[in-house]
């Protein structure tokens, strides 16, 4: 049937605006998504939370209480681009998650380890990041150091952490910081730490105390492997391109941290990647608030699960969290300087990160293309 021009122009008209209505209700599903998750939970329902979905705590080699990767700024601008508002952050370990948090801004993170003592360590981070007005103070409680005069917030991180390096550590500080946190996070908080969490947040605290700026992964052997970067390091350090996305980086960045805290929005459980509760909690959790998963970093988590089939029970998990095209797991691998593999960079530098799809990779996985460590590492483009 041929049809005339103005029927022509009508039908156009029509197309047009269905794709509009269909655009609109597109970021109206989204907006209602971001919605039912909560803009900030109370602490009774923070505790609830740590509580419903943590197992049993578990063990690893070291304290870890800092980062060994440097490298870990480079996949920061693709993660940016890939994380939406009303996107979930899912980690693990310490504070290497608070960069990623800071620089995408999701709605909500949740951070899973299987040591009890690093749920410890980010109550002990979200004390001190609460009760500080700016990254100088921080700093200070941090180290039990006292501020170092003439620091505001335009200080470069490079400069704030020449100024700790100088300063001295004190024991009075200590002693009184730990009260005070103690307080903060049982009194203020209401949430019922053990004596022996306490106990661990004294010990976690120390390090702080005792190595400051220089505290390095390898803690208390610091000598004896240098090649770890320190704290200072990894807050000054920058991307590929020569761009610090540190939460230490600047104010801003130290702001937005502290939102999340002050909201209750970074939640600390303890689990097991292999093990059959904590992220199908989160898992189940994100499906009832219609929230997705934007990013899981998981360092090199996956090295130690294929050392037996454990990698199996945890991707069956991965699959129970929701996601789509734009979710990727943040990944880090080492050279032989550390362990495993060889070869990838230069000798000063011993890991990488990279971004790796999550439904491309179930797909491998459900496909048999991947059954050992080298094939995951190897989809590093």
Partial sequence: MKVSPPRRRILAVLAVVSTLVAAALFEL????????LPA????????????DFSEPSGVFRSDNFVSNELTYQDVVPELKRRTSPDSVYLGV??????????????????????????LIQLLLYKAVIEMSDDRADFLSRLFSRARPPGLDQTTTAKALFEAFEGAAASD???????????????????????????????YVYSAFFSEGPSLRYSFPRQRAARWFPTYAELMIATDANGTNYSYMANEENYRTLRTFERKNL?????????????????AHYLTQHNATVSSFYTSNVEQYLFQD??????YASVATLPLDEK???????????????????????????????VLGFLDAVGSGQVRSYQEVVSRRK
């Fill in 309 to 314: 089939n454990a990698w199996r029970r945890y």
């Fill in 172 to 202: 009075a500080l200590f002693q009184s910081n730990v009260r005070e946190i103690e307080w903060w996070l049982v009194n203020r908080h209401k949430f019922p730490l053990s004596t022996e969490d306490l106990q661990s947040l004294e």
């Fill in 266 to 282: 970074i939640v600390p459980i303890v689990g097991d990647f292999a093990g059959d509760k904590a992220l199908r909690a989160v």
């Fill in 40 to 51: 900030e939970l109370s602490d009774a329902a923070f505790w609830q939370m740590i509580v």
């Fill in 327 to 357: 979710s990727a797991f943040i990944r880090a691998y080492f050279d032989i300087g550390f362990m495993y593999p060889p070869g990838i960079i230069t000798p000063d530098l011993h890991s990488v990160q990279y971004l790796d799809p």
């Fill in 29 to 36: 599903r989204a907006q209602v998504a971001g919605q039912t």
């Fill in 93 to 118: 370990g310490p504070d290497q998650n608070f960069t990623y948090i800071a620089a995408a801004k999701p709605r909500m993170a949740f951070i899973v380890d299987i040591r009890r003592q690093n």
